[in-house]
């Protein structure tokens, strides 16, 4: 039984940033990918970012430059800071780590992340 819980969405104006926060009620043994999606009404569940052993990276196009994601695996944490925010980065935000073998993958409860023009 893990629990992944979020913090650090709100409401920004454009061009504002946030950090978003994901900390595991314990290590979970075996993720090598910890990750950030986000979903708006109408839309699917959208990659935004991941991070995995190594500390390789990926972003979605839409945020590249703006969005960075880090962990701290002594906190059972990772982040994504958030920068130059625009109207369409308003979304419900989640929080995931997954496992490759077996694939299992673990879900924070979102957080919603609003930006005003």
């Known amino acids: 039984q893990v629990q992944l819980v979020e913090s650090g969405g709100g409401l920004v104006q454009a061009g504002g940033s946030l950090r978003l926060s994901c900390t595991a009620s314990?290590?979970?043994?075996?993720?090598?990918?910890w990750g950030w999606y986000r979903q708006a009404p109408g839309n699917g569940r959208e990659l935004v970012a991941t991070?995995?052993?190594?500390?390789?990276?990926t972003y979605a196009d839409s945020v590249k430059g703006r969005f960075t994601i880090s962990r701290d695996s002594a906190k059972n944490t990772w982040y994504l800071q958030m920068n130059s925010l625009k109207p369409e980065d308003t979304a419900n935000y989640y929080c995931?780590?997954?496992?490759?073998?077996?694939?299992?993958?673990?879900w924070g409860q979102g957080t919603q992340v609003t930006v005003s023009s």
């Open positions: 991070i995995s052993t190594g500390d390789r990276t």
């Open positions: 314990r290590n979970i043994f075996g993720i090598n990918t």
């Open positions: 995931s780590a997954q496992s490759s073998w077996p694939r299992s993958t673990y």
